[in-house]
């Protein structure tokens, strides 16, 4: 079956630490991208990615990084700069970039201690 | 710029009546509305979408949706709730013309089904 995975389900770090989530698709999609969820805060993006190799910003990028070395990879680190990164990450995709419906992954719950 | 409102970030119906879960956008242009819902600690699930075809779009499970550009609207439906529709509902917005990459989504409706 063709999806989206995300890993792991939850995730706990201590403050200070870096942390990568994972996230895989096999829809041979173009576009992915990467969202925070806050409650009663809707969804925001925080990178997006058209292409291997390319990657660009989205609204909250700060103390995020992120690769596309494959198309069907794109791993989000969330770095010791993100002052407040416990919250619920999810990773979707897209055949191509704008209108296109976009797929979401099953999400990371991260919680720093 | 765009943006969307979605009108009561929570809403209780009695199990067998009508489900109303409000969105408006706002679009210098007719754009592309979807519809989400999201089961607890879940990914989102598309309910439906509309692209510029028909202004009445029916989607899984029961739901639909009318565009109305007089009112910009896009406000979902479903004509009798089950309990399986406890639910958080997102409605978002993307651009077709400007080029724009992203969605933009409402701060979502948290659907809660009284037996």
């Known amino acids: 079956d063709g999806g989206i995975t995300q890993s792991p389900k939850y995730l706990f770090r201590k403050e200070g630490q870096n942390v990568t989530l994972s996230c895989e698709q096999n829809?041979?999609?173009?576009?992915m991208y990467w969202y925070r969820q806050d409650p009663g805060q809707g969804l925001r993006l925080i990178y997006y990615?058209?292409?291997?190799?390319?990657?660009q910003k989205g609204d909250i990028a700060e103390g995020y990084s992120v690769s596309r070395e494959k198309k069907e990879s794109f791993p989000l680190t969330v770095t010791s700069a993100q002052k407040n990164p416990t919250a619920f990450y999810l990773c979707?995709?897209?055949?191509?970039?704008?209108?296109?419906?976009?797929?979401f992954g099953p999400g990371t719950r991260l919680t720093v201690l | 710029a765009q943006s969307v409102t979605q009108l009561g970030s929570h809403v209780s119906v009695s199990e067998g009546a009508l489900v109303l879960l409000r969105c408006n956008y706002s679009?210098?242009?007719?754009?592309?509305l979807f519809w989400y819902v999201q089961y607890p600690n879940q990914g989102l699930q598309l309910l439906l979408k509309?692209?510029?075809?028909?202004?009445l779009v029916k989607g899984i499970n029961g739901f639909e949706a009318e565009f109305k550009k007089s009112e910009t609207s896009f406000h979902l439906t479903k004509p009798s709730a089950h309990m399986r529709d406890a639910a958080e509902y997102f409605c978002?917005?993307?651009?077709?013309?400007?080029?724009?990459?992203?969605?933009?989504f409402g701060t979502g409706t948290r659907l809660k089904v009284l037996a």
């Open positions: 979707a995709s897209s055949i191509a970039l704008a209108t296109d419906t976009q797929y």
């Open positions: 829809l041979n999609h173009d576009a």
């Open positions: 990615s058209q292409i291997v190799n390319d990657f």
């Open positions: 679009s210098s242009v007719p754009p592309y």
């Open positions: 509309y692209t510029s075809a028909a202004t």
């Open positions: 978002a917005v993307s651009d077709p013309v400007s080029g724009t990459y992203k969605y933009i």
